[in-house]
């Protein structure tokens, strides 16, 4: 894939993007809040082994527990996704990039006995908690009885 000169179409554009939140967004902070209250410690942006530059967002290392909270815009959400008009192919080509790359984390952390658990932003905080409180429940079950 050859590489297209990274230029903001506008500095209102450029100032907007460098203030998106990569860390500790709201949905994240309400999910993390639910999980606490159920009693669930995690590690937060936790390094993937072996991926430089990639980070988990709410990890159950114990459980070997990966949970990605994904922004629809970022990552490319079948149903929320938008494509910017300008700068088009640029654009395209780096949001190409990051589903590629969240596809090759998941794919490197199973391989590596992580159970990877993703959600779109849009999700509702509780119903993700709960899914995460039931995946990690199932793995200590598991580990348990080992």
Not at 13 to 21: E, G, I, K, L, T
Not at 58 to 77: E, K, Q, S, T
Request: aromatic share 8%; with cysteine; proline share 6%.
């Amino acid at each position: 894939m050859g590489c297209v000169p990274v230029t903001p179409s506008s500095p209102g554009v450029s100032a907007r993007m460098s203030r998106q939140a990569s860390k500790d967004t709201s949905v994240e902070m309400a999910v993390r809040r639910l999980l606490y209250a159920a009693g669930l410690r995690y590690r937060l942006q936790r390094r993937v082994p072996d991926l430089p530059r990639r980070t988990i967002d709410i990890a159950f290392p114990g459980a070997r527990i990966a949970v990605f909270l994904d922004g629809c815009f970022w990552h490319g959400c079948p149903e929320h996704a938008t494509h910017p008009k300008a700068n088009a192919e640029w654009w395209r080509q780096k949001l190409d990039r990051n589903m590629a790359r969240d596809l090759e984390t998941t794919e490197h952390l199973t391989a590596a006995g992580w159970t990877v658990l993703r959600f779109w932003e849009h999700e509702d905080p509780a119903d993700v908690a709960q899914r995460v409180a039931d995946s990690v429940s199932a793995a200590r079950r598991r580990h348990r009885h080992r």
